[in-house]
C-alpha cells in the first residue's frame, strides 16, 4: 500500500514539475516527451529485471498477457481489465479503473489533463516491450475518466 502511494505522489510530482512554468503548445510535447523517456528506462530496467524463463515468450500475443498481468500487477497492484487484438500487430489494453487517473475522475473538466498523466505509462510499456525484444508505438486515450486503453502498435518488418 505504501509503494502505491509513493508511487502515485513521485508520478504526480514529475507532471507538476513539468508542467510548473506553463510550458505553452511547444513545450507540452516536450514535456510529454519527457515524461515518455523516463517511462521507456523505467520500462526497460523492469524488463531487465525479469527472470529468465519469462523473457522466453514465443508470441507477441503471450508478451502482451505478461504485460496485462504480471507487470501491470507489480506496477498498479491490479491486473489489466482487457486485451484485443486484431492479430495483425495492434493490441488495445484497456483498465477501466487506471490508478494515476483515479483522482481526478470525480469530474468531465479534468479530460483534457488526462494525457499528461499517460505519456509515462506509455513509456513504460514501450520500454518493457523493448528490452522483451519487440520494437512497438505506444499510445494512449481517454474517454472518460477513470478509464483508459493504451494501443500498442507493432509494425512488421
Not at 507540452?28 to 523492469?46: D, I, Y
Not at 522466453?56 to 498481468?69: G, N, P, Q, T, W
Not at 475522475?105 to 479534468?110: N, V
Request: glycine share 8%; with cysteine; charged share 20%.
Amino acid at each position: 500500500m505504501a509503494d502505491t502511494v509513493l508511487f502515485e505522489f513521485l508520478h504526480t510530482e514529475m507532471v507538476a514539475e513539468l508542467w510548473a512554468h506553463d510550458p505553452g503548445p511547444g513545450g507540452q510535447k516536450m514535456s510529454l516527451s519527457v515524461l515518455e523517456g523516463m517511462g521507456f528506462r523505467v520500462g526497460q530496467a523492469l524488463g531487465e529485471r525479469l527472470p529468465r524463463e519469462m523473457l522466453a515468450f514465443r508470441e507477441e500475443l503471450d508478451v502482451l498477457k505478461f504485460l496485462c498481468k504480471d507487470l501491470w500487477v507489480a506496477v498498479f497492484q491490479k491486473q489489466m481489465d482487457s486485451l484485443r487484438t486484431n492479430h495483425q500487430g495492434t493490441y488495445v489494453l484497456q483498465d477501466n479503473s487506471f490508478p494515476l487517473l483515479l483522482p481526478m475522475a470525480s469530474g468531465l473538466q479534468y479530460l483534457e489533463e488526462a494525457p499528461k498523466f499517460l505519456a509515462f505509462t506509455c513509456g513504460l510499456l514501450r520500454g518493457a516491450l523493448c528490452t522483451l525484444g519487440i520494437e512497438s508505438v505506444v499510445t494512449a486515450s481517454v474517454a472518460a475518466l477513470p478509464v483508459c486503453k493504451f494501443q500498442v502498435v507493432i509494425p512488421k518488418s
